[in-house]
């Protein structure tokens, strides 16, 4: 979510009030367009995310290596 970005964000202490904002705009941007993309990943949990952006992209190049 949204407030949940925010939280992490201002958490991590690295990026301006003004910086902070134009990516919450940006990630509103992108989930208001989720149903346009094939595949979400949801980075809550970082091994989870990355096992199922592993798992996105595997199943991609044995796709792609199959129409070959």
Do not use: F
């Not at 003004?18 to 149903?35: D, H, N, P």
Request: aromatic share 4%; glycine share 0%.
């Amino acid at each position: 979510s949204l407030a949940e970005l925010r939280k992490r964000l201002v958490k991590r202490n690295t990026e301006n009030p003004a910086t902070i904002e134009k990516r919450l705009s940006w990630a509103k941007e992108e989930m208001q367009k989720t149903k346009e993309y094939d595949h979400v990943v949801c980075n809550d949990q970082l091994e989870k995310a990355y096992q199922e952006l592993k798992n996105i992209l595997l199943k991609e190049i044995e796709h792609n290596n199959e129409v070959i």
